[in-house]
C-alpha cells in the first residue's frame, strides 16, 4: 500500500535518467538523506521542476511503497537567489551540499546538520559579488560549515589540552589525518609517521577553531580572523574534513579550480 509523505528538503544532487525523469537526492530533517524518483523534471514546462533543482530548498509529496519513494509534488521554498553573483559562493554552496550529503544518516532525522547547511548556503549567498574580499569570505564561511560538519557528525577533535600531558597553556599543533593535538615539547618528542599532517596553530587560529566547535548554531559566522590566520584556518578545515571523508570530493576540486583562478 503507497503512502503520501510530505518532507522538507535539500536537493544536493538531480541525477538524469531515461528521457524526461530525474533521481534527487534530498537532505531532509525529517528522514536525513533519501532519494526521490521524479517523472517529468527535465522539462522547463513541468510544474514541479523549479522546485527540483540542485541546491533549491523545497517541500516534497511523495509516495512511499516498497519501493523508493516517488514524486508526487514540490513546490519551492528557498532559491538561494543570491549566488548566482559569485562563482565561488555557488561552487562553495555546491561543495557544502555535497560534503552534507555524504556524512548524513539515510532515513534518519538529521535537523541539525539540514539546519548547518541551509544556514550555510544562506550566509553564502549574501557575500556580494566577485572580488579578493568575497572570496576570502567565502572560504572562512567554508571552512567554518567543514569543521562543524565533522563535529555534528561525530568527529569532534579534542582540543582543550595537549592530549599526551594535559598541559592546557602554550603553543599547540594539530594533526588532520588522526585529529591529534600537542603541546610544543611533547610534539618535539614524539616520532613522526609520514602519513601524518601537522599545523602548527596561532593562539588566533586555535580560538577560532574552538569557537566553530563550541558556538550556538546561529552565531557559527560570528567570528573574525586577519589574512594569514584566515589561510591557516581554511586549510586545517579543508584537510580535517577531508580525511574524514576519506576522499577529496569532486566538488571541492571544482571549487579549488575556481579560487586558483580567480588569483
Ligand atoms: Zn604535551
Redesign the pocket.
Known sequence: MKTLLTLHGLVVRAADYGENDRMLTLLTPERGRISVCTKGTKSLKNPNSVACQPLCYSEFTVSSGNGPFVLSEASLIEQFYGLRLSLEASAAAFYAAEAAGELCPENSGSRETVSLVLNTLYRLSTVGREGEEVAREVGRVKAAFELRLAALSGFSPYLSS?E????AEGSFSFEVTEGQF??E??LAKRERPSHERWYSLTPTVLDALRYVLACPAKRLFSFTLPEEDGKLFCRICENYLAFRLERTLPSLDFYRKIVTAGK
Open positions: 595537549c599526551e600531558c594535559g598541559n600537542l603541546c615539547d611533547c
